[in-house]
């Protein structure tokens, strides 16, 4: 694997699994703090291209696949941006407590970056894996994009979550079924995580898999982020890469969900925050351990599975 750190927020590149790395040339840093202010939450297009070129012109050094560390979920939808370097067919993978599948705006933020993934034509599907969020509340006043959930685009397992009040007509999909004005999901808490994953794989059309990871899916003692997190456990998490691993090709991986206090430098991104945001938080440099020890464990997981 190449491990690459996009330096957007401090979170991660002074943390020790990737400190060590970066200091011993087993790991490039590209410096972006200068574009976090006009990237996070939204991505302005000048800032963008800026950071593309920068990926572009960076050290890439070594063999395999790709795997970014770039800091808190804000920048999530920079998914979207790394995955226009892909060259072939290829279906993503998402783990997060969010479906970041809005439909407005449509713009490159870290809401609504599925569908800009879901407009490149190589990529072929989203599977989204672990949402235990209110975004499944009540989703069309939201701007879900259902029907790419029902049309097969987009695939949404989350980890529990009550039925979704919908007006539309929808069906039944892999992930779904429609009882009257409510959606049903198939919810991975009650059933057996081999099982899921062996139902998975079949659904994935394509060799080429990325994998994208917003650590927001996992619970408090194993992750602290910018958001609302799930309960999906690292154990499940390390599983489900092996596994993807061992029966597809992955083609690059990002990971963010680290925390960051969010600074920005105008006041639309600033109001955005402030109402997508949970209450902000204040952890303590003891806190945030939790989150080295994890992205440790995902680190050691990538060198043993990916060529």
Same mark, same amino acid.
């Given at each position: ?132 969020? +209110?975004? !499944? ?6 701007? #879900?994009?259902? %029907?790419?959930?029902?049309?097969? $685009? @987009? ?74 997190? +799930?309960? !999906? ?6 599983? #489900?890469?092996? %596994?993807?691993?061992?029966?597809? $090709? @992955? ?57």
């Amino acid at each position: 694997m190449r491990l690459k750190v996009i330096d957007l927020d401090g979170s991660v590149a002074g943390q020790e699994p990737l400190r060590r790395r970066i200091d011993a040339g087993e790991a490039a840093c590209i410096d972006a703090a200068d574009l976090a202010a006009r990237l996070r939450i939204v991505a302005s297009r000048d800032a963008s291209a800026r950071l593309l070129r920068r990926l572009a012109e960076g050290p890439d050094e070594g063999a395999g696949p790709p795997v970014h560390f770039y800091g808190s979920g804000d920048f999530h939808h920079l998914t979207a941006l790394l995955l226009r370097g892909v060259a072939e067919p290829v279906t993503v993978v998402h783990f997060d407590n969010h479906p970041d599948w809005v439909r407005f705006p449509a713009t490159v933020n870290c809401g609504a970056w599925v569908n800009r993934a879901l407009e490149l034509p190589q990529v072929r599907k989203v599977v989204t894996i672990g949402p235990c969020s +209110g975004d !499944l509340v009540r989703p069309e006043w939201q701007f #879900a994009n259902l %029907r790419a959930v029902e049309a097969e $685009r @987009i695939a949404l397992f989350p980890w529990r979550h009550a039925p979704s009040r919908v007006w539309g007509r929808y069906g039944r999909a892999s992930s779904f079924r429609q009882e009257g004005s409510h959606l049903h999901w198939r919810n991975l808490a009650e059933e057996g995580w081999a099982g899921f994953l062996d139902d998975l794989l079949p659904a994935i059309p394509t060799d080429a898999v990325w994998l994208t990871i917003d650590k927001d899916v996992l619970g408090h003692g194993e992750a602290v982020t910018n958001w609302d997190q +799930g309960e !999906l456990s690292l154990a499940h998490l390390l599983t #489900a890469i092996e %596994r993807l691993a061992a029966e597809r $090709r @992955i083609l690059g991986v990002d990971v963010c969900g680290d925390w960051s206090e969010p600074r920005f430098s105008d006041p639309f991104r600033a109001t955005l925050a402030y109402f997508d945001h949970p209450p902000p938080l204040r952890p303590s440099q003891a806190e945030l351990a939790v989150n080295a020890r994890t992205n440790a464990a995902l680190i050691d997981c990538f060198a043993r599975v990916l060529p």
